[in-house]
T-cell receptor, first 112, second 114 residues
């Protein structure tokens, strides 16, 4: 089945450690997005990529890094520089602009 | 920064009542999307609007985009407990170069009491 998969669903890390969240899609979509969701904040854009080997910062990119080496994959690394990493992270993909985006089920990251 | 304002932030209605959620932008909207989210889950696409004055319906949910393309509304008729969740509006915004980023409002939390 076609879709977008995020893993793992829950992730726990110690403060000061980097952690990488996985996002894979088999929808042949060019564009991929990473969002962070905190209670009462809606979705805030971290990074987005329109094409392989190219990506742009979103509204809250500090403390995060991404790569887009393959069309299907857009992993997000939460670095130790991110001051408040505990949040719900959502990945999305879509074909072109002005088309609907498909979302993964999210990864809940807890840093202790 | 988020430029989509949603209202109300939260809404509690009795089952069977109608309700409306609004999404307002200071800039012209070229692609407006409505999504629904259950807590702790991904977003489910509801509808997309592009043209001024456009209106779309799916089951008991109707979305409209005003003629100026700066405001959209989502109307639910005869609400049911299954309508409960977070409703988010999203819009395309031009980023660097020819890239378009998809940004969202803060969402509206809907509770439907039986």
């Amino acid at each position: 089945d076609g879709g977008i998969t995020q893993s793992p669903k829950y992730l726990f890390r110690k403060e000061g450690q980097n952690v990488t969240l996985s996002c894979e899609q088999n929808l042949n979509h060019d564009a991929m997005y990473w969002y962070r969701q905190d209670p009462g904040q809606g979705l805030r854009l971290i990074y987005y990529s329109q094409i392989v080997n190219d990506f742009q910062k979103g509204d809250i990119a500090e403390g995060y890094s991404v790569s887009r080496e393959k069309k299907e994959s857009f992993p997000l690394t939460v670095t130790s520089a991110q001051k408040n990493p505990t949040a719900f992270y959502l990945c999305a993909s879509r074909g072109l602009w002005y088309t609907e985006a498909f979302f993964g089920q999210g990864t809940r990251l807890t840093v202790v | 920064s988020q430029e989509l304002e949603q209202s109300p932030q939260s809404l509690i209605v009795q089952e069977g009542k109608n309700l409306t959620i609004n999404c307002t932008s200071s800039k012209t909207l070229y692609g407006l999307y409505w999504y629904k989210q259950k807590y702790g889950e991904g977003l489910i696409f509801l509808m997309m609007l592009q043209k001024g004055g456009e209106e779309k319906s799916h089951e008991k949910i109707t979305a409209k985009l005003d003629e100026k393309k700066q405001q959209s509304s989502l109307h639910i008729t005869a609400s049911q407990p299954s309508h409960a969740g977070i409703y988010l509006c999203g819009a395309d915004k031009q980023g660097r170069g020819s890239n378009y980023k998809l940004t969202f409002g803060k969402g509206t939390l809907l509770t439907v009491n039986p």
